[in-house]
Structures are given as C-alpha cells and as structure tokens.
C-alpha cells in the first residue's frame, strides 16, 4: 500500500487535481471564477435552476478515487442567497462499500438508507441580522432557501464519525466530491487535524497547540482573511458535524448554538495553563477514548512537556479485593459534554477528589512519542508512565450520583481462551497461572482460585509473554491494527502501549531480562512480519523503540526468544524452522535443513532449559514438534538435525490393555505443543495426551488424557507442574510429584447465550453456542455437570425451589432435567422455531417457553412430567433477537409480559390461563420520531408488580403500568447501542441493563443528577445479565461468564447518605404515578410520604387497545341520540322507587373510528353471598330449578307490543325439568306446557301455538280450570325474589293478574272441582300450602308444614277437601269459612310403618272417599279419607313414582325407571280398615296392572280424559307423547333436547333447519311445520356443533356433526343414514363447517386445531395449528375473490379462538391453496369471575365480506367492525354486556346479541338503535339468522325459540 505521509497534515484538493485544467475534475452547467472581494481571491460560482445539472465533480471519472484518507473534510464555500444547493462525497468503507453523504438545504428531514445518507443543511445568517434572530429561536421552518445575508462558511464533516454512528460502518477514504449548485466555493481539503479557523497560528503558537496533538490553526492558504482587530467568528460561520450545539427534532447539519458559559480556545488568550480547571475534548475525540480508570495517585506533567492523548487510554489491573475502578465510569461520560470548545487543550490542574464524578485520561508527555519510517510504512509507538488528567463536570455544585462508587466489583470470570487457547504461563514461583480470557487478562492463583485481572485491551486477546522472572507481561490483542500492551505484572500497571500495522499477531515472546520483545503477525499484504521492539527501559518510563523488523513470505507459527541471548530468536511452522538474529538493527534468518522432513507441518519448539545463560552455544539443543507426530532434536549451534523420533498410536495387543506409546513407523499423533525442563521433556498431542517423557523419550513416565485435543503445554520453572490447555476450553496443571491432576478453570467454547442461577444451591447453568448446556458452582467455579446435546441449546431456567432445570434448543424441543439424579424428566416438542424464551414461575407452579415462530407454552411444573397446559401461537413477535430472555414473569406469579404480536406491542397475560390481559403500544411515544419504536427487552419490578420495564430500539427504558398500560417514567440514552437485557433488584432500588459489550447499574428511581454507572470487560455483546437470587451479585453472560460482587450499601445506611431528601417523586416530564397505583408512593430513600403529590401533568396514555382508542364514556354504556350525545348509566333502582322511564327508542352508542381519544379501564370485583339453604328432599318429584349462572338484566326492558322487530313465532321443545308442567283439555282441544320460562299452548287441532310471555324465571308447574279457561303457572323470582303466579286468559292470551307469596320454587298448583279455590305449595327451602280466592287472586290463608310438600290436589267431589304428601306423610286437610274468613284445617298422617323410611311423592283421589298415594320406592298407598289412615299398599313400580292419575277404577302410575303403567283398581272399594296396614296381595286384594309402556325417560306430569282411554305424558326427555291405551300405541306431540342445545343451523334453502345437543342427538327438523324429521343419536358422546351442506338438492343435502370423541360424522337426509364417519381430532369438535363451495369440511378441536377434511373420502388434506392452545368458538365460510386483498382464492374463511384471536385465510381448495389473510388480536384485562370469560365470536359481514365484526372478552364491551382492506376497525357498537353470541342478518342491517344476562338485543348496526327481548330464562349460548334474514333462532340451554324477523 502507498503511504499516506503526503496526505499529513492536510490534502488541498483543489491543487491536487488542478481543478482549473479540468483534465482529473469535471465541470458541468454554469461554473465560472470570479475574484470574492471579502476573501480577496478567485472562487468558483456554480449556478443553475437545477441543481443537478450545474456542478463540479472531482475526479472526473466514476472509476477513479481521490483516495484522501483524512478523517475531517473541510468545505470553503458560500450558498447563493434564496437558492438551493447540494453537495454529495461519495465515501468508501472498509467492507469495501460505497456510501453516499449528502447534505442540501433542499432536504426537509433526514434520510438513511444503507448507502445513502441525506442530511438537511441550515443556512446561517449574518450576525445581528433579523434572520439569525429569528433563527435563533424558530423550531420549525428553518430548511429552506439561503437567507439574502448568508456568510462564507467554513464547513467540517467527521467522515468516520458519521459513518460510524449512522450506518455502524468503518471509514476507509472519500472517493469522489460532487458540488451542485447554486453556491460559491473557494477550495476543500482533507485532514485528520481537527482544525479551528478562527484560531491563527500565533494564538495557537501561545496555547501550545500543535499537530502532533490532533489539533491547530488552519492553513494560511484555506483559511479566510480576517482585518486586523477583527474577529472571525463575526464575519463568518464555521459549521461542524457533529454538532455540539442545540439539534433540531431530526439530524441536520447547522452551525453550533452559542453557549454562554462555554469557553472558547479562540476568545481565549491567556496561555497560562495552570489557572484552567477543565480539559477540551471535541466530540470526535471524546467518541474515540472507550476506556476510563480512576487513578489513586497521579503525578503531574513536567511544565514544559505537551502532552498528547493517545488513541486508547492507559487502563492498569485491578484484583479482587482491590478497586475495580478501571471497570467503572459515570453516567456523565454520555449526560454532560465538555462546555469549552472544540479545540484541544490539554491543562494540568491539581490532584482532585475522587468522588467528583469526573472523566479521567491518560496522557503522555511528549518525550514518549518517537517516529520510524521504514520502506512505505509508518509506524507510531508510545510509551510512557500514565498521568491522568481531570475532564470536569461543568456543574461547580457537588452532584448527588450513585453510591457506592463503584457499585460493582469483578470477582471471578469463568472462561478460558477467546481468540487463542495456547497461551498459559506460569509465574516464576509456580503459585499462579496467567492466561487470556477473551480481552482480559486473568492471573490465578491456584491453591485459593483467587483471580487477578488485567484490563485495557478493546479485543481478543492473541499472544501473551512472560520475561524469565515473571515481572514483566507483554500482551497482543487481536483486529486490524494490533495493539501491544506491557505490564507490570506485580503491580498490575500498564507501562506501554502501541499499535502495530500488523493484524492476526499470533506470538510474543520476551527475552529473559526483558529488554527484548518479538512479536509475529501478517502486514496489510497478508505476509509475515517479525518486528522485534526494545523494551530495556519500559520499566523506567521509557521509550518502546522497534530495533528490526522483518516481512517474509515463511510461515511462522511460534517464535521464541532464546533464554541464553536476547538477540538469537528460533520460529517454526509450515515447511520450516528457522533461527533468527538480529544485528545492526535487521533482523536475518537461517533455516534448518530438513532435508526429508521439509514437508512437516510444525507447531512448536522449545530450548532446553536448567543449564547457565553463560554455557557454550554449542550445547544447546532446540527441540520442535510437527503436526505429524514428529519431535525433533536440533543442535542450535550447527544447525543440524540430530534426532528425529515420532509419536504413534496405541499398539493394541490385548482387548482391555493399551501399551506404551514408542516412536516407530505409521501414521503419527499430531503434537500441538512442547515443553521442556531439565529432566524431562512434556508434549501435548491432539489425542487428548499431556505425556511426560526423559529427554531420550525412551518411554512415557506419566501421561493425562484430556477431554480434547491439548494445545497447550508448559513446565513450571521448579519442574514440578505441568500446565496443559486444551483447544475445548479446558485449562489444569499435573503435579509431576503426586501424580495428580488439578482442573483449574473449564469453559464454553463459543458464545454463552444465556443462564439461570439456583440461589438455594448457589448453581449456575449456561446455555452456549457450542452446543453444551453447563451446571457450576458459582463459589468454587468449578464445572459440576456438562449437558452435550446435537441440537444447539438456547435457553436454560432454574426451578425457583427444586434441583430442576429446563432447557430450550434451537429445534424447539423443551427438555427438563433433574440435577439430582442426572434425569430427563420430561421432553416437549410443542414449538417450531428456536426457543427464545424460558421461564419458571417464582412459586414453582407453572413453566412457560416461547419460540421463535411466535409461539407461547404453559406447562404444570408442579408435576414431574411437566405436562403441557396450553400453546399459543402468534403471540410473541417472530424472530431470535429477543432471546434468552423474551418471557417475564411477575413475583407474585400472577402475570407473563413478552414482546408481541408485533414487535410494537407488549403483552401482559395471565400467568396461569395465557389469557391476555393488556396490550401496551410502545411505537407511538415518540410521535416525531422518524422511525417506530420497537420493544427489545421486558423485565418485571419484583417489589413492584404495577411496574414492567421495557427496553426499546430507541435506546429508552419505560417504566409502564401493568394495570393501566401507562407510562410511569423514561429514561432515554440508555446505552450507546441497543439495550440487551435488563433486570431489577429483588428490592427494586436498582437496576440493571447490558448494552452491546457495556453493563450499567440504575437507580431505579432516577431521582439523582448521575443515576447509573457503567461497567465494561466483555469483548463481544453481552447476551443476559441478572442480580443473583441473594441480591450480592450480578452475572453478566456474552463472550464468558462474569461474576460481579454488588456493593449496594443496605436499606439504612443508602436512606443516610441520601441527604437532603428529594421532595419530588417523578418530575413532569418524566410523568406521575396514575391514580390508585399504592396508598404510599414509596420514595427512593425508603420513607413513605404522607400525602400524595399532586401531578402536573397527566401521564401520556399508551394504547392498550390493539386497534385505537375510543372515548371511555362511549362504550359499554346506554345512550339517546341527540345532537350532543350524552351517556346514561345502567343502574338498579332502588327496591322502593320502581323502574326508571324508558325512552321510547333506544340507541346503543356506535363510535366510528376516525378521530380517537384515550379510555381508562377499571375492574370491579363482586362478592356474592351464599345462604345455607335446607337439605333437597331424596325424591325426582320436588322441583329443583335447573341451576343458572346467569341472572336477568334488570335494565333491560322489552320492546312495546305492535313495535317489536321480532315475534316469537314458535317455541322447539319441552322442558322436562318441570314437574306437573303440562295440562290438557280434551273438550277444548289445547294443550298447554312450559318450555323455559314461556307457556306455550297449542291447539292440537291446528298445531298452531299462542305463547305467553311473563315469567323471567323457569316454570315449575302449570295448572288448568276445570272449563279451560284459565292457566297458571308458577316459576320463580328474579335475582332471588319470591315465586311468581301468573295467572292467564287462555282465549286471548293475556296475563289476568300475577301474585307472588313463596320465597323458594313453587311446587304444585291446583284448582278445586268448582275453581273457586286453588292451592300453591312452596318448596323444601319454604314448606307452605297457601290458598287463594280464584276470583280476586287474594291469600285466603296459609299453613306452614313441618316438612317438604311434593304434591297437593283438591277433592273432585267435596270442594272443601284437599290433601297433600311430602317428607313427612300426608296432610288431610279442610277449608272452613267463617263469612269473609278461610281457614285451612291440617291434620297430618305418618307414613305406614310397613313402607319403610320413604317420601310420599304423588297423590289422586278415588272417588270421593279415597286416596291413593305414592312413594319415592315404588310403592302405592291407599288411604281412606274420612278415617285419615292407610288401608293398605302395593309395590307399583321398581323406582320412585312421580305421577299419579285416576279416573274411575283405573289408576296411571308414572315412574323414573321409565314405565307407564295402567292399572285397574276397582278392587280397592272392597278393602275394609283393619288393624294394619295389609299388603295387596297379602290380603287378597287384587289390584291388576291392565296395560305398560316403556317412554324415553322419567315421567314427570300426565292428563288423561275422564275414561283414561287417551292423553298426554311428559317425560324428563323434553318429549311430549300422545298414549292412546285403546290401541296401545304412542304419538311424539313435542319434541326437544334434554341437555343443553350446542348448536342450531338453517339450510341454505330453510327448508330444514338442525340441531345437535349434549346428548349426542343430532336432529333435523322441517320447515315452517317444525316437526322432527330425523334423530340421529350417538351414545355416550355430546355433539358440540352441526352444519348443512352447501348443496339445496334434496337427493345430496348432507349434515355434518363434530361429536366429543374428536370425530365427524355425515349424515344424508335423503337415506336417514350416516354416510361416513372420520376422526381427525384427538379433543372434542368445537366447529365445523362446509367450505362455501362444498368441496371441503373445515372443523376444529378443543386444542386450537383446524382441519380440512375431504367429504368424499374423508380424508384430512390440511392442518392448521395457528390457533392451537386455545379452542375455536367459530368457523364461517363465504364466497369471495380474494384477489381485492392481494391473495389468490375464491371464497374466504375465519376461525376465532378462546383467547382473543381471529385468523382470516384466502382458500381456493380445489387448487389446494390456503393462505392466511389477516390476523387479528384483541386485548383484554384479566378475567377474575368464577366462571369463564365470555367466548371470543367473529362472523363476516353478510353484505360486505371485507368486513369482519369481532366481539368478545375485552377493554370494553362492544362490537368490532375490523375493515379486511384497511387493516384496522372502522366502527365500534357499545354494549351493556358480555355478548355470547351473535349473528349477523343480509336484511336490514340488524345484529342480533345474546347475552348471559339472559337477553336477546336486536340491534340496527347502522344507527345503533336496539330493543330487548326477555323470553329466555338462562344465558342465550346461540343464534342465527336465516340465510334469507327473514327468521331468527335463538336457545339458551335446551330452549329453542324461532322468531320472525320484521325489522327495526
């Protein structure tokens, strides 16, 4: 390479190409000279009305460069006043790239890309001149045309600077310049002087500034000419870039802002040095001083030296119990700039307090710096005794930092090696080893492990070298321009540092007295250089000199300094080994004749030792090892070869033996290493061996198998221990004399990506590159278990309690081992991408992973097994960057935050479901920001669980509620690069944050003037650091394993040395604690304040809505339109005040999103009370209502009749739950029965139905007049009241009057033979007969029994004769008037001895003189009314009978074993009253069963006409069955499901709808009649969901149901039969549906599975595992082209999951393509109800398939309208409550909602305007619109109500 030493101190561009010939430069467009008259020369005028097209461009063509290598370019030039200019330097970088710098006062921002930079210029204006006032205080506006009074600038551009900090690139030398116009130029040049040109060179002279300092004057010929008395600054601008001046909000280049209290070199003229306080660095230099030390005792520079900064700082070591300062520097490196000027000056000042907070460097004096030129090279070498010199704060206050300083102190590092693992020495006395651990130094001492360090070198450390006494330690690192540093090896001082143009230097070796130092490397050309320095006075402070140096094209290996004479030197490596000598200043060389040998590939060599310095040359022998097994005897003085032996492999002789290795023929051991003693010779071979050998190496004495290749060997200097290294990492000495071996130190050969620490057994794991996961002891450092796994560990978690700890690979494979007993407990595979994540929770419980694929598993980690709870997908943010560390958990284990879905978004969830509960958007915090701002790092307070800590790409930290999602607190410029890990301290008063190869210590509270210090010694990015678990140490991971010691003070004495205590908490612009976060702000000094501060301002809202923010009043509120809109509350009325006015139209609020504001969200917890309630009596006939969870909305208030949107057009089913709950009359030819809480009577005549609507709660029972005109029926209260009695019209439908006495479920009713009366029995919980006037409905009287009544019934002959059964026996019971006054007689009867311990359950009267009773064991008694006693029994049924009937002689009994039976009892009028109770066959009685018939399940209520020849029986089933006893046949009236509807679907031609319940029936019904057509029923199985083919031919129309088992199942109409069954789930089908088109079943499990299923063959073509963890709650399927959203398809689908997440996919399926569309995400706080949150629903918009409306557990309750096509929700509908379910009608734009508070809302989707419907009596679970839109299915539970849609 040409040397650069013409282009010192400056390059004059402009006469190094002679611009004016323009034969090297181009000129383009109008450029002309003309003579400046300011300046008083000629310059260049470029004008054009483009700038584009008027330049000068130098060189002249593209494929030249100028070649300039100097650092600042400088630009002489005045832009044309209201005009435009632009200037581009196209600059070459060392990776070989060309990037363009621009810079124009046309750019309005700045813009990067990866080869273009584009900087705004802000023109200056002449001083006083109106612009620069304005200027001065304008923020916007400010890029634009030259102003009219624009001055010559000076401009200076920092290339490796820019280059550096912008695009991370290193600067090799400006190829070409291009100036545009319009501007006027005067010249430009080159230099790596940092250059005032308002100093002249006089004042420059006087400040004892010169070149050799980096700094000066500017040359007379580029400088401006200034009048005498003048100053320069007033008639010119002098532009730097970097700017130290005010910034705009986006980089532009701009002349300095003027500081007041800045000093500057040029207004300065005073020489006198020592009156100065500060130290002047500029910018640029203080960006290339990296390292900073404290120094306890500095010495001061002689007065008349100048001093020089060198490129790197002098740092010394620091032991263990020593100070770590030379770790360590304040925060006020980054917060606070040198307030003096860019210049140079480099003043003494006196010794200062070493707790000022300062910046110390290291200078030399000049004396130390020498010049030596050889060939085309230059090379500068330093040496000196480091003094330092103080950079003080600008503040002369005392500033309040972070104490203790330092707070960390380095205590062990584990690891060996980085760039090399063959240096090792041992110190003279044999007590220490010294090795390299990447770029520090390590001494150990190896009986304590103790470890000393010596710190300085910025890189790898590559060679190392003792002198013969171990006093002096010289050190090389690694990198292009190799840097050589010696020490003092006792004191740990650094005595000189230089560079070397030299990389890859890979061997020093020092003489023995240390006055010599060789070094090898290879120059810029790849060759071998040998430089040999004389280091005879680095001792004294002296000079480093280079006395030869030597380029060779031999390959060297190792080189050797030869103990006996410091100018002899002996290398080897490929083909050769050479002795060397160095005389007159050259160094020479001779190789040895190898002759046949000359081909070997050698590796070492080494003299042998124990002989005087003084001894004879001819004496010494040289030995050299080869990688072929050879050693070789060389004499030094002859230069021959006299021995030549090798090593071979084990003869193996016998099976289990192995001999002794002899040298002989064969392949050969390669030796990596020898060392020689005076006994004996030791080599270390790639076998793995350390052997020991005589020096005849007649045999092996002693050899140590290693666990790899050995690469390393050295003899201490008393022979006694052997030192062996290994290329693995492994580094321990034998003990010649004991024989044994003593590991010192093992480690990761490659990177350490991340660790975990066990605090109870002071365990440390790690997880590295090279594919090994580790367990050491964190006190000893010794290496306890090591972990080999063919796939790449990535991330490692203890169990907080438990020897357990779990490890993720990079193949996504999660495997948990026991410590203990070296077990594999459990092995997972859920993951796809590399694990990023791993995470226990601080109970134990639970274990958490994520991968790279967005992935996140629960595992129960309170089982061995650690069985896999959930998976989630696509939640976390795709991609590695965020590992180890991507999950968080809480200390109170309640709450996981990660990164994601997007990078944007933070995720809070709940640590033991994975359910979501916010979402924080980090990106829209810096609105002016011209990139996002993304998440990096997420990190729980401990002691605070309301805080996570986020790390973002803008270099911040946000303190964000984990409640709310508000910003706490910031903190900005957290490290110089991207913030890698973080962590806070179990306490939370401090925290910890690593960034690139840099770790910083926070106060937590940032309440201080310097919050953090920084700590450096890695060399590569740190990967993970975390206090460990007992707070008195840090561990920082990356290049190798630190162990730090924390030196926080404790909680007191830190509160003590906090004085005088700060009053604020958080200043304004840090923001305040939002209200309600803690009773008492806690303060950084550990008191508790007495009363809240007041904020200053709110806090800036962060959105916690994954799409926008809506007003927090309009959502989940009631709302009138009006002008102004305005929100009404739901509330309950007080129990006195009654129901509050209604509007006569009510509006839900709709929000379209356009202009949003923030919400607030809040979460309120309800206790509820439980009552001990008595215990149910053992019996099926005592109503016990169905249990509920759900209670009705009070404020809910159903529509005026004749305004309804919909009508109850039929009701599907039967409740079987009821008891006595259907009537009939025969005369009238209706039949009334309950279905939920509607009594629905149909006339059998017409099947049409009259529905009455009244109760909210479940009908219990239900009672006719004897003339048919009157109903009543009884069901509970609401939210707890008494019972309600309506009372009904049965003509007309109306309700006549509602009574209300019972306080539990009414369970009988009964009126009396003239219906005068009827009678009411409450429930167990309240056991009271009441009677009422069926004229007025008024309470005649009641009687309170003495234990539960089941059954009551009037006499049909005596009107006043009544009787009841329950728990107790029978009451007799008579009603006496007195005139206005009823009274009800009661006499109860026990039960008879002979039927045991039963409930008596049913009665009927037989005639009008007995009774006949039943029994919960099947027995039937007859009683005689008028002696009140039993006259005897018979056992009637094998169960309990629950229905009891008579007319004339013949009595029906209904049981729970099925059996309807007919008996013929007319022997029963012959029974006479004995003594006891005889049994009908005992006495001869004989009671005859006529007729029996087996129904579908337990009767529960019957009526028969008057001859018993036919009637109707309702059975438990939900059937009602038609029983002719004539013809013995039985006739389905009413149908329905037993257990719980799932699922209710239309065909496409509504000629047909399904359904499928719990029971496992599916059922398809006809349309309108509503009969059943066809049950299909699948035993022991529940079917979840049902759909129909897409198909309207009746031959093809198919039905396919998803059962529990996993399996479908398609049923054809047509046949009545199944026609396949397939089973591609494992877990219960959740949904299933056909493809839009048919050609495909889409179904999903429980799991989160959807698979796409073949209905021809039944094969699953596709899987899709997107939403697996988390059950699907819908599938829907539409006819669209998807080519409008960019995706290739004919018809779209969606699937939406219980957590919160929608997939929308494009699909063609007979092209088999399926592609994801969209994927939505919808937040939601954590969910703290009994139960299970409300299910996440999603339909497509039936008129607009690109909408997708979205409701479910959330912020907010609403409904969603997501846009397809722009990607974000367009319009949200309020609601008052948790929707669970909703569909969607083509007509009208009505939505219908269920709600679990038991409403049906209908809702215009266009203006928000609802009604409420009220007929259902539990939470509705499903919905449907017809495919018309023209009818509406609703159930909840086993209801099915049809309605008939008319509109809104």
């Known amino acids: 390479m040409a040397s650069k030493g013409w282009q010192h101190p400056y390059v004059n561009i402009f006469k190094h190409v002679r611009v004016e010939e323009w034969k090297r430069s181009a000129k383009e467009g109008d450029v002309a000279t003309y003579t400046e008259k300011r300046l008083k020369c000629s310059v260049f005028r470029i004008k054009g009305p483009v700038p584009a097209s008027s330049y000068i461009l130098v060189p002249k063509n593209s494929n030249q460069s100028l070649g300039l290598t100097g650092r600042y370019f400088y630009l002489l030039f005045r832009p044309t006043p209201d005009k435009y200019f632009v200037v581009h330097l196209d600059v070459c970088v060392e990776e070989g790239q060309v990037v363009r710098i621009s810079f124009s006062n046309m750019f309005k921002e700045f813009k990067s890309t990866a080869t273009w930079l584009q900087f705004p210029f802000l023109c200056g204006a002449a001083k006083d001149s109106v612009y620069e006032s304005t200027a001065k ?216 307090d070493a707790d000022d907070g300062g910046v110390h460097v290291h200078i030399h004096p000049e004396d130390g710096f020498s010049k030596h030129g050889e060939g085309s090279e230059e090379e500068f070498v330093c040496t000196s005794v480091p003094h330092p010199v103080h950079l003080a704060a600008s503040k002369e206050t005392r500033q309040q930092k972070l104490l203790p300083d330092p707070i960390l102190r380095l205590n062990r590092i584990i690891g060996y090696g980085g760039a090399t693992t063959k240096c090792a020495m041992w110190t003279k006395s044999g007590d220490a080893v010294v090795y390299p651990c990447h770029a520090i130094i390590v001494s150990m001492n190896i009986s304590s492990n103790q470890q000393r360090f010596f710190i300085g070198h910025t890189d790898k450390i590559s060679a190392l070298a003792f002198n013969g006494n171990t006093t002096l330690l010289a050190s090389a690192q690694t990198g292009n321009h190799s840097i050589v540093r010696v020490w003092n090896y006792h004191k740990g001082t650094c005595l000189a540092m230089f560079r070397i143009h030299a990389h890859s230097l890979s061997s020093l070796s020092f003489s023995y007295g240390g006055s010599i130092l060789c070094g090898v490397g290879k120059d810029s050309h790849s060759k071998t250089m040998v430089v040999v320095w004389n280091t005879v006075n680095v001792n004294k402070g002296g000079e480093v000199t280079i006395l030869a140096k030597a380029h060779t094209e031999v390959d060297i290996r190792t080189m050797k300094v030869a103990f006996f004479d410091d100018t002899r030197m002996v290398s080897c490596g490929r083909d050769n080994i050479r002795l060397w000598r160095v005389r007159n200043g050259t160094l020479r060389s001779c190789p040895v004749n190898l002759g046949e040998y000359h081909s070997l590939d050698f590796t070492d060599v080494a003299f042998e030792e124990g002989h005087s310095s003084k001894q004879h040359l001819d004496e010494r022998t040289l030995f050299a090892s080869s990688r072929s097994g050879y050693i070789f005897e060389i004499d030094y003085s002859t230069v021959v070869i006299r021995n030549v032996r090798r090593l071979l492999p084990a003869q193996q002789q016998h099976a289990n033996r192995r001999e002794k290795l002899t040298f002989g023929t064969g392949p050969g051991i390669a030796i990596n290493s020898i060392s020689v003693s005076s006994s004996f010779c030791a080599t270390g071979s790639e076998d793995g061996f350390l052997r020991l050998w005589p020096l005849d190496f007649s045999t092996v004495f002693l050899e140590a198998e ?45 990177t350490v990506l991340g660790f975990s620490v066990d605090g109870i057994r002071r365990h440390l794991t790690t997880a590295s590159s090279d594919g090994t996961v580790r367990i050491w002891n964190i006190d000893s450092l010794h290496q306890l278990y090591d972990f080999v796994s063919e796939d790449n560990p990535c991330s490692v978690a203890f169990h907080p309690s438990e020897q357990v700890f779990s490890c993720g690979f990079s193949s996504g494979i999660i495997r948990v081992f026991d410590i203990s007993t070296a077990k594999l407990l459990a092995e997972h595979k859920q993951h796809r991408g590399e694990v990023v994540g791993l995470a226990f929770s601080p109970n134990g419980e639970f274990m958490y992973s994520a991968d790279s694929q967005g992935s996140l598993a629960l595992y129960n980690a309170s089982e061995e097994e650690h069985n896999v709870i959930r998976v989630v997908c696509n939640v976390l943010a795709r991609g590695t960057d965020r590992a180890p560390d991507a999950l968080t958990v809480s200390s109170d284990s309640r709450c996981l935050a990660f990164i994601g879905p997007s990078e944007y978004i933070v995720t809070i969830a709940d640590s033991q479901s994975l359910d979501e509960l ?157 209200d309600g976060e803690a009773s008492h702000v806690q303060l950084s000094n550990g008191i508790p304040r007495q009363t809240a501060p007041l904020p200053s301002s709110p806090p800036p809202p962060l959105d916690i809505s994954s799409l926008g923010q809506v007003d927090q009043e309009a959502l989940g509120s009631l709302s009138i339109c009006d002008d102004t809109p305005s929100i009404a509350n739901a509330s309950v009325p007080d129990p006195g005040s009654g129901p509050e006015p209604r509007p006569a139209v009510s509006f839900l609020k709709v929000t379209e999103l356009g202009n949003t504001s923030p919400l607030n969200t809040s979460l309120m917890d309800s206790v509820g009370l439980k009552e001990k309630k008595p215990v149910r009596p053992d019996c099926y006939r005592h109503f016990i209502p169905r249990f509920k969870s759900s209670s009705l909305d009070e404020a809910a208030v159903a529509a005026k009749p004749g305004e309804e949107g919909i009508k109850l057009k039929a009701v599907i089913g039967y409740n079987g739950n009821g008891r006595s709950n259907m009537v009939w009359s025969p005369d009238q030819g209706l039949i009334a029965y309950s279905c939920g809480s509607v009594v629905v009577v149909e006339y059998l005549h017409s099947g049409s139905q009259r529905h009455l609507q009244g109760h909210s709660e479940e009908i219990s029972c239900l009672a006719i007049t004897n003339d048919a005109q009157t109903v009543a029926s009884a069901a509970g209260g609401s939210n707890g009241s008494r019972s309600l009695i309506c009372i009904w019209d049965v003509q007309n439908g109306t309700c006549r009057n509602t009574i209300s006495y019972h306080k539990g479920a009414v369970q009988s009713l009964a009126f009396s033979r003239d219906d005068r009366f009827f009678i009411s029995a409450g429930d167990f919980s309240d056991p009271e007969v009441a009677l009422w006037s069926s004229k007025t409905f008024q309470l005649l009287c009641s009687v309170s029994m003495s234990g539960p009544i089941h059954d009551a019934a009037f006499s049909p002959s005596a009107a006043s004769q009544l009787a009841c059964v329950g728990s107790h026996g029978v009451y007799f019971c008579i009603i006496h008037t007195h005139g206005l006054d009823v009274d009800l007689k009661v006499q109860k009867v026990k039960t008879p001895v002979e039927v045991g311990d039963i409930e008596m359950t049913a009665l009927c009267y037989h005639m009008d003189s007995f009774l006949f009773t039943a029994t919960n064991r099947g027995h039937v008694c007859v009683w005689d009314v008028n002696g009140q006693r039993c006259l005897m029994t018979w056992e009637a049924d094998e169960g309990e009978i629950g229905v009891l009937l008579c007319r004339g002689n013949r009595l029906l009994t209904g049981s729970n074993t099925r059996w309807l039976r007919l008996w013929e009892v007319e022997a029963v009028l012959g029974v006479k009253p004995q003594g006891k109770v005889c049994n009908g066959e005992d006495s001869g009685t004989m009671v005859v069963l006529e007729q029996e018939i087996m129904l579908d399940g337990t009767t529960v209520s019957a009526a028969f006409d008057h001859m018993m020849d036919m009637g109707i029986v309702g059975t438990t089933a939900g059937t009602l069955w038609y029983i002719n006893w004539s013809d013995n046949s039985s006739i389905r009236l009413v149908s329905g499901h037993k257990t719980k509807v799932n699922d209710v679907v239309f065909s496409s031609d509504e000629r047909h709808f399904a359904t499928c319940s719990e029971d496992g029936s599916v059922r398809v019904w006809s349309a309108p009649s509503n009969e059943l057509v066809v049950q299909f029923q699948v035993l022991n199985q529940a079917c979840g969901c049902v759909c129909f083919s897409p198909s309207s031919s009746k031959e093809s129309a198919c039905v396919a149901a998803g059962y529990s088992d996993g399996t479908l199942r398609i049923f054809r109409l047509s046949s009545s039969e199944m026609e396949m069954k397939l089973h591609p789930h494992q877990v219960a089908v959740t949904a299933i549906q056909y493809s839009a088109n048919g050609h495909v079943i889409l179904s999903a499990g429980k799991n989160g599975l959807v698979a796409v299923s073949s209905p021809v063959n039944g094969a699953t073509v596709r899987a899709i595992r997107d939403h697996k963890g988390a059950p699907i709650t819908t599938i829907q399927c539409v006819n669209e082209q998807c080519k409008n959203f960019g995706l290739e398809g004919n018809e779209m689908w969606l699937a939406a999951s219980a957590d919160r997440r929608v997939s929308v996919w494009a699909a063609d399926w007979l092209k088999d393509k399926c592609d994801l569309l969209d994927w939505l995400t919808f937040p939601a706080p954590a969910y703290f109800g009994d139960d299970s949150p409300p299910p996440s629903l999603a339909a497509f918009c039936p008129t607009d398939s690109s909408l997708v409306v979205y409701t479910g557990y959330g912020v907010e309750k609403e409904l969603s309208f997501y846009s397809l096509t722009k990607k974000q929700i367009i319009k949200k509908i309020a609601l008052p409550s948790w929707a669970t379910c909703f569909s969607l009608s083509c007509k009208n734009e009505l939505i219908a909602v269920g709600s679990k508070e038991r409403v049906l809302k209908l809702i215009k989707s266009s203006s928000g305007r609802f009604q409420d419907f009220l007929q259902h009596s539990d939470s509705l679970q499903t919905c449907h619109f017809s495919p018309s839109g023209t009818l509406l299915f609703t159930v909840a539970y086993n209801e099915i109500l049809l309605w008939e849609v008319q509109g809104l």
């Open 137 to 352: 205080s304008a923020r916007h506006g400010l890029v634009g045309p030259a102003p009219t009074s624009v001055r010559w600038t000076c401009l200076m551009l920092d290339l490796q600077y820019t280059l550096s900090v912008y695009l991370n690139r290193c600067y090799s030398q400006l190829k070409s310049i291009k100036l545009c116009a319009n501007m006027a130029v005067k010249n430009m040049f080159t230099s790596d002087l940092l250059l005032d040109p308002g100093l002249s060179f006089s004042e420059a002279k006087m400040m004892g500034l010169a070149s050799s300092q980096g700094t000066g004057a500017m040359p007379r010929e580029m400088s401006y000419p200034v009048p005498k008395g003048g100053s320069w600054h007033d008639l010119y601008d002098y532009i730097r870039f970097p700017s130290e001046g005010t910034k705009l909000p986006f980089d532009s280049i701009q002349k300095d802002s003027p500081r007041p209290e800045a000093s500057c070199i040029s207004n300065r003229r005073s020489p006198v040095r020592e009156e100065s306080r500060c130290v002047n660095l500029s910018k640029p230099v203080q960006d290339r001083v990296s390292l900073i030390q404290h120094i306890t005792a500095p010495k001061l520079p002689l007065r008349n030296q100048t001093p020089m900064v060198t490129d790197i700082p002098e740092l010394g070591l620091v032991s263990t119990p020593q100070n770590d300062e030379w770790l360590h520097r304040d925060d006020d490196w980054y917060q606070q700039e040198s307030t003096c000027s860019s210049s140079q000056q480099f003043p003494s000042r006196p010794p200062w």
């Open 706 to 750: 290693h666990e790899g290749p050995v690469s390393l060997v050295s003899v201490s200097s008393d022979s006694l221990q052997v030192l062996a290294a290994t290329s693995t990492g492994n580094l321990g000495f034998l003990d010649v004399s004991s024989r044994g071996y003593n590991t010192l130190m093992r480690s990761h050969t490659d």
């Open 918 to 1074: 916010l979402h924080v958007d980090v990106s829209i915090l810096d609105v002016q920001s011209p990139r996002l701002d993304s998440a990096l790092k997420v990190c729980f307070s401990p002691a605070s669980t309301e805080h996570l800590l986020v790390a973002t790409s803008a270099n911040k930290i946000l303190w964000v509620s984990t409640k709310t999602g508000r910003l706490l607190r910031e903190v900005s410029k957290v490290h110089k690069h991207q913030c890698s890990s973080l962590a806070v301290s179990e306490d939370s008063r401090f925290l910890l944050t690593a960034g690139h190869n840099a770790v910083k210590v926070w106060d937590y509270h940032m309440q201080l003037d310097i919050n953090s210090q920084m700590f450096i010694g890695h060399s590569r990015p740190i990967r993970q650091v975390s206090f460990t678990p007992d707070q008195l140490g840090v561990v920082s991971v990356g290049d190798a394993i630190f162990l730090w010691d924390f030196l926080a003070y404790p909680v007191d004495s830190f509160t003590e040395s906090r004085s005088p205590l700060r009053v604020s908490f958080i200043s304004a612009p840090k923001s305040v604690q939002p």
